[in-house]
């Protein structure tokens, strides 16, 4: 796509107001963001799925904004746009039935391929919870775990430090333009995100200001791009509360850390592990239950799954990981018929060793459902 077509594209995305169903839909329609800046009213009002401050909306966006002047203004800032029907858009968020219409950000997106772990908590948190978040991204970085936050004041900063201490890298979902650094004294650690191989990633077009409306709903994209959500401290009514809510909605596993029992900022983490949210032990113990890594005497033999796996099987399970794989991914990476690689997967969920985290998205078990705990 050229510079000029880019820039209707951008312009078209970053229209206030107009939900991304609707985005979705027009774009679907008129099929180029160039197409939807010069048609005609008339046209306009034959989209039924559009209501009349829908349509004027647009009319009013195209008389006063000049797309090209503005796509110039954006990538001069080093700001790139990925679109929900782009190849660059990341799987894991295109999974969703409320993705964005488009994904704003500096930097790099997380990795596809890589397994990836949100953290969040509460922004006036304790020592406790502070040392933890730091302790945890640390370790998991330095198994090829990604981290994921919203660069928030407390856990989220701390966790986003721990993962560049480790050596590893890290992405804040803003709530806000990623021209904008929020909060303010977070522009040390939004440098070194970026310095350091990570993205600075948001729904919001450049130049959003930080409104409080915005961040409940950038949460569904943290826990979007996440295999797992790690609750560090949490009130009884909190937004990490709210990402953990959305993380089981879109079929990912979720862990608190206990606390002190009088503690209100811990009171959040007990609800979700009475409600059967993981138990966040040490980040060794999550990685094996990831099956990240595996115990020290499974180490170097051959596991039960190897020994009871037929060919084929074995061939299917082994192209799974601790991130969720869609069925037409499969199809594509192993040289099998369709029909017969959907029959195995039928008997590798029945066997335990797969499970359906989402509509035809598939994330392996381990050693069975003895790890899934099912």
């Not at 950000?105 to 020592?127: F, M, N, Q, W, Y």
């Not at 509360?241 to 862990?255: C, M, R, S």
Request: with cysteine.
């Amino acid at each position: 796509m050229n510079h000029t077509a880019r820039a209707f594209e951008y312009w078209f995305a970053s229209i206030p107001g107009l939900t991304d169903e609707k985005k979705i839909l027009l774009r679907s329609c008129m099929k180029s963001g160039e197409a939807i800046y010069y048609i005609e009213e008339t046209e306009l009002g034959r989209m039924k799925f559009l209501n009349e401050t829908d349509r004027n909306t647009i009319m009013q966006e195209q008389k006063k904004r000049d797309p090209k002047e503005e796509w110039a203004r954006v990538t001069d800032s080093g700001i790139w746009m990925s679109l929900s029907f782009e190849e660059t858009y990341p799987a894991r968020l295109s999974c969703i039935s409320d993705k964005p219409y488009a994904l704003y950000g500096k930097g790099h997106l997380p990795k596809d391929k890589e397994p990836s772990a949100a953290i969040v908590g509460a922004r006036a948190c304790t020592a406790y919870g502070e040392e933890c978040a730091r302790w945890f991204a640390k370790e998991l970085v330095k198994n090829g775990i990604q981290i994921i936050s919203g660069m928030a004041r407390g856990i989220d900063g701390s966790a986003q430090r721990g993962a560049l201490t480790g050596g590893g890298t890290t992405y804040a979902v803003l709530g806000n333009g990623v021209d904008i650094c929020y909060p303010r004294e977070h522009i040390g650690l939004y440098t070194d995100i970026l310095a350091h191989g990570g993205g600075i990633l948001s729904e919001q077009p450049p130049e959003t200001k930080p409104f409080a409306w915005n961040f409940p709903r950038r949460n569904r994209i943290i826990s979007a791009l996440s295999d797992v959500v790690l609750v560090m401290e949490a009130k009884e009514k909190s937004g990490s509360l709210i990402t953990a809510d959305l993380a089981l909605e879109q079929g990912k596993d979720v862990y608190a850390l206990p606390g002190p029992v009088g503690s209100p900022l811990s009171r959040g983490c007990h609800f979700l592990i009475r409600q059967g949210a993981g138990i966040l032990i040490s980040p060794e113990e999550l990685c094996l239950d990831l099956g990240i890594v595996e115990k020290e005497e499974k180490r170097g033999k051959k596991t039960e799954t190897q020994k009871v796996l037929e060919t084929k099987e074995d061939l299917v399970y082994s192209s799974f990981g601790v991130s969720p794989k869609s069925v037409g991914q499969i199809v594509e990476e192993i040289e099998l018929p369709p029909s017969e690689i959907i029959g195995i997967l039928t008997m590798l969920e029945m066997k335990g060793y797969i499970r359906e985290k989402a509509k035809n998205y598939y994330v392996r078990c381990g050693e069975g459902a003895r790890v899934c705990g099912e």
